[in-house]
Nanobody
Framework: QVELVESGGGLVQAGGSLRLSCAAS????????MAWFRQAPGKERAFVAI????????NYADSVKGRFTISRDNAKNTVDLQMISLKPEDTGVYYC??????????????????WGQGTQVTVSS
């Protein structure tokens, strides 16, 4: 069992930056694939970024490549999402998620076992 708590959301102008952080409880954090998803109003939850257990492999949705960076610190049980050059279409609730097995690499929300409560990111034009 792991509890995830996101922080760092807020309101920012287009072109600005935000850094989201997700703190995890438990002693097995390094055994989970970690990812960020987002959900815009009226839309389904969508994959944003994923990072491997060691942090050595990452993958991103095409819409955020080159602008977002996911990182993790297994000693601190945290996973961050650095977002730059933000666009209005990046607006949504951002969720941190943990996957117990390799199925999480698919980016399918249903294959993630644990979720945070979400943090709102609003990008104004």
């Amino acid at each position: 069992q792991v509890e995830l708590v996101e922080s760092g959301g807020g309101l920012v102008q287009a072109g600005g930056s935000l850094r989201l952080s997700c703190a995890a409880s438990g002693r097995t954090f390094s055994s989970y694939l970690m990812a960020w998803f987002r959900q815009a109003p009226g839309k389904e939850r969508a994959f944003v970024a994923i990072i491997s257990r060691s942090g050595g492999i990452t993958n991103y949705a095409d819409s955020v490549k080159g602008r977002f960076t996911i990182s993790r610190d297994n000693a601190k049980n945290t996973v961050d999402l650095q977002m730059i050059s933000l666009k209005p279409e990046d607006t949504g609730v951002y969720y941190c998620a943990a996957s117990v097995d390799g199925g999480g690499w698919s980016g399918r929300p249903t294959l993630y076992n644990y979720w945070g409560q979400g943090t709102q990111v609003t990008v104004s034009s």
